[in-house]
């Protein structure tokens, strides 16, 4: 992704570079009477892959657009790549690729298309080679290179999730943040998926926070686990140490935190 970097370096600049991705104290968000989210406190390191993972109706989602400042928190504090959630909102917004809740596209045209308008959309239509090579080297990506040309509407599940990825990744993002992003695809589907978190936090330094009701993916490609039931964050710890403490019961032991019966590890 190199030349998305250098093209693209005003998105992705220097002042977006922090040991700490993501970072909130205390975080709280109400609606009417219910607190979705209650004084949760977690730590994304920069270059990492983060797992979030909950029942349905826990606050992933909701987390998700509290750390992207599409929805304002009611207490506590979110820094998005040192960055203040709601003060720095357009910046954390150019920072970031996402993929929340259902994607959508302009069903009429043809992928190579969507991702051109979601160029300009944020303001990188600059030179049209330059823009070419960037459609053209996501869709590579994420395995659509073949269908580049064919109207989304056409499109499977999996292939959506896919051109969803590459509109998240096309401005060469410092930080993904994914819900459900293996949703639709089929087995060898989900280990590419599995082989370019990797790449692109590992190799490209793109921090990725992701959620998945695939609990033995999860603990494929994350480095750090994260749980939250109930509004709270019941759960923190690194993969590996899930591994070397319940490599025989992980999915048990990760059931219970999320149906907030476990131990609390925070």
């Given at each position: 992704?190199?030349?998305?970097?250098?093209?693209?370096?005003?998105?992705?600049?220097?002042?977006?570079?922090?040991?700490?991705?993501?970072?909130?104290?205390?975080?709280?968000?109400?609606?009417?009477?219910?607190?979705?989210?209650?004084?949760?406190?977690?730590?994304?390191?920069?270059?990492?892959?983060?797992?979030?993972?909950?029942?349905?109706?826990?606050?992933?989602?909701?987390?998700?657009?509290?750390?992207?400042?599409?929805?304002?928190?009611?207490?506590?504090?979110?820094?998005?790549?040192?960055?203040?959630?709601?003060?720095?909102?357009?910046?954390?917004?150019?920072?970031?690729?996402?993929?929340?809740?259902?994607?959508?596209?302009?069903?009429?045209?043809?992928?190579?298309?969507?991702?051109?308008?979601?160029?300009?959309?944020?303001?990188?239509?600059?030179?049209?080679?330059?823009?070419?090579?960037?459609?053209?080297?996501?869709?590579?990506?994420?395995?659509?290179?073949?269908?580049?040309?064919?109207?989304?509407?056409?499109?499977?599940?999996?292939?959506?999730?896919?051109?969803?990825?590459?509109?998240?990744?096309?401005?060469?993002?410092?930080?993904?943040?994914?819900?459900?992003?293996?949703?639709?695809?089929?087995?060898?589907?989900?280990?590419?998926?599995?082989?370019?978190?990797?790449?692109?936090?590992?190799?490209?330094?793109?921090?990725?926070?992701?959620?998945?009701?695939?609990?033995?993916?999860?603990?494929?490609?994350?480095d750090r686990i994260g749980v939250i039931a109930g509004?709270?964050?019941?759960?923190?710890?690194?993969?590996?140490?899930?591994?070397?403490?319940?490599?025989?019961?992980?999915?048990?032991?990760?059931?219970?935190?999320?149906?907030?019966?476990?131990?609390r590890h925070v």
């Open positions: 992704m190199e030349f998305l970097e250098r093209n693209f370096s005003g998105v992705s600049g220097k002042d977006a570079v922090h040991s700490k991705a993501v970072c909130t104290q205390e975080l709280t968000k109400v609606f009417g009477r219910r607190e979705v989210i209650s004084k949760c406190s977690m730590t994304v390191e920069q270059g990492t892959i983060y797992g979030f993972l909950g029942k349905n109706g826990a606050g992933k989602t909701t987390m998700f657009k509290l750390l992207l400042g599409l929805l304002k928190p009611t207490a506590g504090t979110a820094k998005v790549l040192g960055n203040d959630s709601i003060r720095d909102n357009q910046k954390i917004l150019g920072l970031t690729g996402s993929m929340i809740e259902t994607p959508v596209f302009y069903e009429h045209l043809p992928a190579r298309e969507n991702l051109r308008i979601h160029l300009a959309y944020m303001n990188l239509g600059r030179g049209h080679d330059i823009c070419e090579n960037a459609v053209d080297h996501v869709l590579d990506l994420t395995g659509l290179g073949d269908v580049g040309n064919d109207p989304v509407q056409a499109f499977s599940l999996g292939m959506r999730q896919r051109l969803a990825l590459a509109r998240a990744l096309i401005h060469r993002p410092r930080l993904l943040i994914l819900d459900e992003p293996t949703n639709g695809l089929d087995p060898a589907g989900i280990r590419e998926m599995r082989s370019l978190f990797h790449q692109l936090a590992h190799q490209e330094k793109i921090t990725i926070l992701l959620s998945s009701h695939l609990l033995s993916e999860v603990v494929q490609v994350t509004g709270r964050i019941v759960l923190e710890m690194d993969t590996a140490d899930l591994w070397r403490e319940h490599s025989r019961d992980f999915e048990d032991f990760l059931i219970e935190a999320m149906e907030g019966r476990g131990e």
